[in-house]
């Protein structure tokens, strides 16, 4: 069973909220109220899976709740509101999903359901994470195997495991972003800020506001009737102007150490 707690000053929009998610199997409303600081108190006390959260709110609004409240017990958010114009600041404060009102049901259901399989994954993942450091054990002197860089894609399904050697480039699409693999296209809810963060350092780089590309997969720049990179799969991209010193950074060979001949 999900429990989960609703957060809105709206008294309308709180009853409509609640009405929507008591239709929901598997899921147990624990506590409903308009104030930021009661929820505080109510997630303390009931330790909810999610809490679905207005933004526009009176004294601490929406975001600064799910800073403060995630600093205290793992939780999840997801923020339900009328302005789409704070999604960044919704997913810096680390929310699982950003629903816009009216509440369309559906969306909504698909949203929960990410939760859950976020729910269920995580202790898992933690699990296999604490197991394999004590695996490690006290072999200090024993090298390690280099690891795969991996991301999990948070999709309408559940998580997916992708290696980011398999991404050939990621596209934005309105709320959404679709991952290209070698074979395959999963559609992602997150943006491109977010996105760009999670494969800081690696070979995924940022071209564009709608693109980023794998470098290793990059073929060819072209400058003709704008700049524009192609890659080994055949898909050109556009560059934006702001991130050609970025990208031909990023490809610049590592200069070499060879002692030149006399």
Not at 156 to 177: K, S
Request: proline residues 6%; negative net charge.
């Amino acid at each position: 069973m999900l429990k989960v707690l609703l957060v809105d000053d709206e008294p309308l929009a709180l009853a409509n909220l609640q009405r929507i998610v008591e239709g929901f199997e598997d899921v147990e409303v624990i506590g409903s109220t308009g104030s930021s600081t009661t929820a505080l108190h109510i997630a303390k006390r009931q330790r909810p899976d999610v809490i679905l959260v207005d933004i526009e709110m009176p004294g601490m609004n929406g975001v600064n709740f799910a800073r403060e409240i995630k600093a205290r017990i793992p939780v999840q958010i997801i923020f339900v509101t009328a302005y789409n114009q704070y999604a960044v600041d919704a997913f810096d404060a680390v929310a699982l999903d950003y629903v816009l009102k009216p509440v369309d049901p559906e969306r909504l259901a698909a949203s929960l359901d990410r939760a859950w399989t976020q729910a269920l994954v995580g202790p898992i993942l933690e699990a296999i994470d604490q197991r394999a450091a004590t695996l490690k054990g006290p072999l200090t002197d024993r090298p390690e195997p280099e690891a795969e860089t991996v991301y999990w894609a948070p999709t309408d399904g559940g998580l997916v495991r992708i290696l980011h050697e398999d991404i050939d480039h990621i596209e934005a699409c309105r709320d959404y972003a679709y991952i290209h693999t070698r074979s395959k296209k999963y559609m992602v809810r997150e943006t491109m800020t977010a996105l760009e963060g999670s494969f800081a350092g690696s070979a995924l780089r940022r071209i564009h506001r709608s693109h980023i590309v794998n470098l290793n997969r990059i073929q060819a720049i072209q400058s003709t009737a704008g700049r524009r990179v192609v890659l080994s799969c055949g898909t050109a991209l556009p560059v934006g102007r702001k991130y050609y010193d970025q990208l031909r950074a990023g490809l610049a060979p590592t200069p070499s150490t060879a002692t030149p001949s006399q």
